[in-house]
Every structure is written in structure tokens, then in C-alpha cells.
């Protein structure tokens, strides 16, 4: 158990749980509690992994097949699509968030040889796997991409499996924000994920979604 408590933000707990089992399993426990301090919407919350490489290919059970955000996924079915991590990538002229997937049962990565890491939520959940970091789209106050040919894929592969994310908003051409019902209002918050590898032979990733855990 990793407990953190954030001063900056009015003493909140942050606590991360994982419980590892024998099968190389993992099941991660994700919660937040608020401070004492009142807390303003936040972008998303959830985990990030790095990945190798060779987990390129990547399929899962949600909607799809092109990028969805809370405000922008009715145009998307929900069901089982297949891409690699480089087609994840939506290539804004000035890089941005991008590559969301909505309402996600599960999510594998796998090499060409079929070896891999299934992740399985508790509950649905949103995803990215892109050949980039999450900073290279908001580098703060001084932002050194300013166009989409000024990044550069990353060997590795980023992984995100959030709980929820905000949406996109934009109704306006001038930035209007989200709508309430598609902000994150901050906390309490807690998650489950399962974190299963496997090799393509003996158990495949869909068999291994439908077990309870």
C-alpha cells in the first residue's frame, strides 16, 4: 500500500493498493480523498504505465473505432476494435490531449508473438496507448511543440487507464467549457483495475476478461 498525503491541495490522500498474486496477476486499488481545501474540476484521474515498445497492438471492448471523450462518443459503437498504438494517435495540427477511448470493458497490448498485458476494470473505464508521453501534449508555460511535425513518436509505449476524464467541451470557437455534467468534480474517488499478462496460447484476452475477480 502507497499512501500519499498532498499538501499543496489541503493535506488530500492519494493511496494506491496492489495486490500481487502468485499467477503474476496484479490488481490495482486506486482512491483520493479531498482536503480541506475547496478543490477546482480536474482534468482526469486514473494511472499511467510505460510500456515497451513491442506492445504495439493493442485491441479492446468499447467504444470505437476512432478517438471518444465523455461529451463526444454517441457517434461510436461500443465493441471489440483492434489498432496499433502508432493508428491510436489523433494528429492534431497543435498537439493535444488525443487517442481517448470511452466506456472500455478492457484493454490488451500485445507483441507480434502474441505476449502481452490485459487490463480489466471494475467498472468501465477510458484508455490511451500512444508512442508518446503524456507531457509532450501540455508542457506547461513553455510549450516547445507548437505543430504536430514537431513531435516525434517515443520508443515506448504510453498507457493510460483513467476512471473518468473531463470532456472536451468547445461548443463555442472561442473555448467554451465543458458541461457541468461532463466535468470531474474533485473526490472522493476509488477504482479497481486487473492487470493480467499473458501468451496468446493458453489463455487469450477475451476468455480472461469474462472471469470474476
Do not use: C
Not at 490495482?28 to 482534468?43: M, R, Y
Not at 471523450?69 to 496499433?84: F, L, M, P
Not at 498537439?95 to 508473438?113: F, H, I, K, Y
Amino acid at each position: 500500500v502507497v499512501t500519499r498525503i498532498l499538501p499543496a491541495v489541503g493535506e488530500s490522500l492519494h493511496r494506491t493498493h496492489y495486490q500481487v498474486f502468485g499467477n503474476g496477476e496484479v490488481v490495482v486499488t486506486i482512491s483520493f480523498e479531498p482536503g480541506a481545501i475547496d478543490l477546482p474540476d480536474l482534468p482526469k484521474f486514473g494511472l499511467t504505465f510505460t510500456l515497451s515498445s513491442d506492445l504495439e497492438r493493442v485491441r479492446w471492448y468499447g467504444r470505437g473505432p476512432h478517438e471518444t471523450y465523455a461529451d463526444r462518443k454517441t457517434g461510436a459503437a461500443v465493441g471489440t476494435y483492434e489498432a496499433t498504438a502508432s493508428d491510436l494517435h489523433t494528429s492534431y495540427i497543435r498537439p493535444q490531449e488525443n487517442g481517448n477511448r470511452t466506456d472500455t470493458r478492457w484493454v490488451s497490448l500485445a507483441s507480434q508473438s502474441g505476449k502481452g498485458l490485459l487490463a480489466v476494470g471494475d467498472s468501465v473505464f477510458e484508455f490511451s496507448a500512444l508512442r508518446y508521453e503524456d507531457e509532450d501534449f501540455d508542457e506547461g508555460d513553455t510549450p516547445r511543440y507548437r505543430h504536430a511535425w514537431d513531435l516525434a513518436p517515443r520508443d515506448q509505449v504510453t498507457l493510460d487507464l483513467d476512471l473518468a476524464q473531463m470532456g472536451v467541451g468547445g461548443d463555442t470557437s472561442w473555448g467554451a467549457r465543458p458541461h457541468p455534467q461532463y466535468r470531474i468534480t474533485a473526490g472522493p474517488f476509488r477504482y479497481r483495475v486487473r492487470l493480467v499478462p499473458f501468451d496468446g496460447r493458453e489463455r487469450s484476452p477475451v476468455a480472461i476478461s469474462r472471469q470474476v475477480w
